[in-house]
């Protein structure tokens, strides 16, 4: 009994290492030191049927913020993208600007993209919001973000050239989740194509 419970236990953590080094090493993938005075950072919006943001995005509003604060640029915005989903009436970009603000106390400048229903989308989307940044952030789960952040480099390779690391990890947060999101990143990963993975180091 108790060899089998070490071992269990020993997988475990061994389960949450990888999926923690994962996930860490995905948030350092396609990023550079662009520099410059202004920072453009992007939300990816989840969907969110409810009526407010829910807990997945109020964690990546709340990893926005905290990635607009760390640069400390002169010039910062925070752009939340994401359309309407399962009918709901506020989009979720809507819904999550009204948490950063009402709930959260954000007074930084903010804008939305409020028509996108896809990653891809999230990404040709904003494009117009980020022409005049000097550094990009893009922010949502690790394995999504480089994901977003992949088609940023298929769509504007120009554009691609100033991303820059989000704080959308960090280490134990998330922690007992962080193998689902390990293994739907190993999945959604798969799908970026031989052209952009062989790019990621």
């Not at 400390?72 to 925070?78: F, G, T, V």
Request: net charge positive; with cysteine.
């Amino acid at each position: 009994m108790r060899r089998g419970a070490t071992g269990l236990v020993a997988t475990g953590i061994a389960v949450l290492a990888v999926s923690e080094w994962l996930n860490r090493r995905w948030s350092r993938m396609l990023v550079g030191n662009s520099r410059g005075p202004s920072t453009a950072v992007v939300v990816c919006g989840y969907r969110n049927p409810q009526a407010r943001a829910n807990l997945i995005n109020r964690w990546r509003v709340r990893a926005g913020i905290r990635s607009v604060e760390s640069d400390r640029a002169q010039d910062s915005r925070l752009i939340f993208s994401g359309g309407a989903t399962s009918g709901s009436a506020a989009t979720e970009a809507q819904l999550m600007a009204e948490y950063a603000q009402s709930e959260l106390g954000f007074n930084g400048t903010v804008l939305l993209e409020d028509r996108s229903t896809t990653t891809w989308e999230n990404i040709a989307n904003v494009i117009p919001l980020l022409e005049e940044a000097d550094r990009i952030k893009i922010v949502s789960q690790p394995a999504h973000a480089l994901k977003a952040r992949a088609y940023l480099l298929r769509q504007r390779p120009d554009l691609a050239e100033k991303l820059v690391r989000a704080d959308d990890h960090r280490p134990g947060e998330w922690l007992f989740v962080k193998p689902v999101f390990a293994a739907y990143g190993l999945w959604a990963l798969r799908g970026l194509g031989v052209d952009v993975r062989k790019l990621v180091p």
